[in-house]
């Protein structure tokens, strides 16, 4: 029974830790994950709450890997189970069949499938409370360990209120569009491929062109989520634009509080960006 016990506590140590470190290698995605569903007002509140549930899964997952104040912090982890499992319910009475976010974007899962994982990992906590750790270590570092990891995740993660050396982070374009982006005028798309508000907008800058109003020369920066790929997504859109693709943490650092987003960039700096109303933004700026 002892080495039972052991084996549990181990294995939910170890998934808190795994918890964290999914949210931890893209924290954008969960960012705006947490503000879409309603948890969060904005992009902002959802950065350092990330940020917090992050500090929180390691320093329990470190706390019972390493015996320190069992009792307590089982009694924590359990709390804290029901807290995520009561959102969970919430988001399954409402009808929502996306990805969570618990594991971030490594595992995608639907809220009844993490209900479900919440279920077995209550079952195992309950269990092993039931237990008296009268032999467990009872370390005074773990209680200066949870503040000092939201402060490193804060470092680690700086919480950015606008763009931040956007430039930089965009791929160089010359072999698709001919130029250097730091030199001259653009408008920058950042696109998910399977994004519906994304399509439409391509469509929609497609579009002016067609009709001749006189834009930048419009380039796309991709992220791939889902099986759409970008000759699908150039049939589905009437587009063609110069492309580069990026990965997640480039596009959750270069998008608002949803895809998408539109800068204009003139001689390597911004200009504008547009998050909402884009066309209409676009062809009030640009209008002769």
């Known amino acids: 029974m002892v080495n039972l016990r052991l084996i549990l506590q181990i294995f939910l140590a170890g998934t808190f830790l795994f918890s964290a470190y999914t949210k931890a290698i893209a924290p954008g995605f969960f960012e705006v994950l947490l503000e879409q569903q309603g948890i969060v007002p904005n992009r902002m509140y959802g950065a350092w709450a990330t940020r917090a549930i992050i500090a929180l899964e390691i320093w329990l997952g470190l706390g019972l890997l ?24 919430y988001l399954i009475i409402i009808g929502e069949t996306g990805n969570c976010g618990c594991f971030g ?13 919440n279920m077995v990992l209550l079952a195992i906590n309950g269990f092993l409370l039931r237990y008296k750790y009268k032999g467990n270590k009872k370390a005074g570092w773990i209680w200066a360990l949870l503040p000092a990891m939201f402060a490193a995740a804060v470092f680690v993660w700086p919480i950015q209120t606008e763009p931040d050396g956007v430039v930089a982070k965009f791929p160089a374009f010359e ?3 001919g130029g250097d982006i730091t ?7 950042i696109l998910n491929l399977g994004c519906e508000h994304c399509q439409e907008a391509a469509h929609g800058l497609a579009q002016l062109q067609r009709n001749g109003l006189e834009i930048p020369q419009v380039v796309a920066l991709f992220f791939e989520e889902g099986d759409t ?3 699908q997504f150039n049939a589905l859109t009437d587009s063609d634009f110069p492309y580069q693709m990026i990965d997640v943490n480039t596009f959750f650092d270069l998008i608002g509080s ?18 909402d109303k884009i066309l209409e933004g676009i062809k009030t700026t640009f209008a002769p």
């Open 66 to 89: 390493f015996y320190v104040y069992t009792r307590a912090l089982l009694s924590i982890s359990f709390w804290l189970l029901v807290a995520f499992s009561a959102h969970l319910c």
């Open 105 to 117: 974007e490594m595992i995608s899962m639907s809220p009844a499938a993490s209900l479900a994982k």
């Open 175 to 177: 072999q698709a569009s």
């Open 183 to 189: 030199t001259g005028e653009y408008l920058v798309a």
């Open 229 to 231: 790929t970008p000759a």
């Open 258 to 275: 949803a895809p998408s987003r539109i800068y204009w960039i003139k001689n390597g700096e911004v200009v504008q960006f547009w998050d």
